[in-house]
């Protein structure tokens, strides 16, 4: 009898030790997988943020880019959006709409490489085609006709690559950086500008949500310009990049001036019941129960920059080169 129990015990007593061994190296194995899957984001975590992380290595298309035409060609010839054509009505014919939409989209290229404006109007008239001559249409059931533009320019002795997508009246998507093509980007100049990123989205919460607010403003109401008694004619987008650059180095959009006070004025009576004294547009994120906008973000790394999702009750996609530390675009995501 006590052969038997003592045999019993020791077949108890080798399961307990076998199966501890067994869990722990499991654990351990668990704990070193975790580990790799989030190192990246370790330096990062912090439980009261609401900034996330993630990474995409595949090329994909996201919206609008996913109606992109993979043979490149136009379904009808010669169209192209009509993004001006509310501003100027009937005052002006389809040769001038054509170069008031190009000189507007060259404005955003100008700024974003820092050449002149005269430089990149030039590139285009050397090659006998604007940018709305060179737009892909595409007929979407969802969204109606979308317009497409995608280039590879080569200036001062770089290439930069420019994606633009328009609807109807709006230009939904502007991408413009400097097009490294196969080489690999500078590793520790990248985790540098992600760094960037962060403690800009950290400590700049109420510039980022009235920019988001802006955003969104100009895209419900499909307002690409604002004349100024001023300073004229205003490219709404420009200002955007403008606003973004004043964040980057730390400037309010009070103390930029950079933001013509029209365009201010206009964006602040933009909330319904708000006065536009006190700039609580609360639109586009989602209410507290302090009645302030609450938005998250997604840092998400693609293979030559960072896509910086906002979203609150509509989502703004942010274009990021970490290597060069500067926003370089932005889309708009529909959903239906």
Do not use: H
């Amino acid at each position: 009898m006590r052969r038997t129990l003592s045999m019993i015990l020791t077949f108890l007593c080798t399961a307990i030790i076998l199966g501890a061994g067994y869990f722990v190296i499991v654990g351990s194995g668990k704990s070193v997988l975790e580990k790799e899957r989030v190192l990246e984001e370790a330096s990062y975590e912090n439980t009261s943020s609401n900034i996330f992380y993630g990474k995409i290595e595949e090329d994909i298309e996201l919206f609008p880019w996913n109606y992109y035409p993979e043979d490149g060609k136009s379904e009808i010839a010669g169209t192209y959006p009509r993004f001006q054509y509310n501003l100027f009505a009937d005052e002006i014919g389809e040769a001038e709409l054509k170069a008031g939409q190009n000189w507007y989209l060259c404005q955003l290229i100008a700024f974003r490489i820092g050449r002149p404006i005269e430089e990149i109007w030039e590139f285009y008239e050397k090659g006998q085609k604007g940018i709305m001559d060179r737009m892909v249409m595409v007929e979407s059931s969802s969204f109606g006709s979308l317009y497409f533009y995608q280039d590879i320019l080569e200036l001062g002795g770089k290439q930069y690559q420019v994606r633009i997508a328009c609807g109807g009246w709006n230009i939904i998507s502007f991408m413009c950086a400097e097009y490294s093509g196969e080489k690999k980007r500078d590793k520790k100049r990248w985790e540098e500008g992600k760094e960037k990123l962060v403690a800009v989205l950290e400590d700049s919460e109420e510039d980022m949500r009235e920019y988001f607010d802006y955003m969104n403003y100009l895209n419900n109401f499909e307002i690409t310009t604002v004349y100024s008694e001023k300073k004229g004619y205003l490219n709404m987008y420009l200002q955007s990049f403008y606003w973004l650059e004043n964040i980057m180095d730390s400037e309010s959009l009070g103390d930029s001036q950079k933001i013509p006070q029209e365009a201010v004025e206009l964006f602040q009576k933009w909330g319904e019941g708000e006065s536009a004294e006190t700039k609580e547009i609360n639109i586009g994120g989602k209410e507290t129960e302090e009645g302030v906008s609450s938005y998250s973000y997604q840092i998400i790394e693609l293979k030559d920059m960072i896509l910086l999702l906002m979203q609150g009750e509509e989502t703004l996609g942010l274009y990021y080169d970490p290597v060069d530390q500067c926003f370089c675009g932005y889309n708009y995501f529909y959903e239906y």
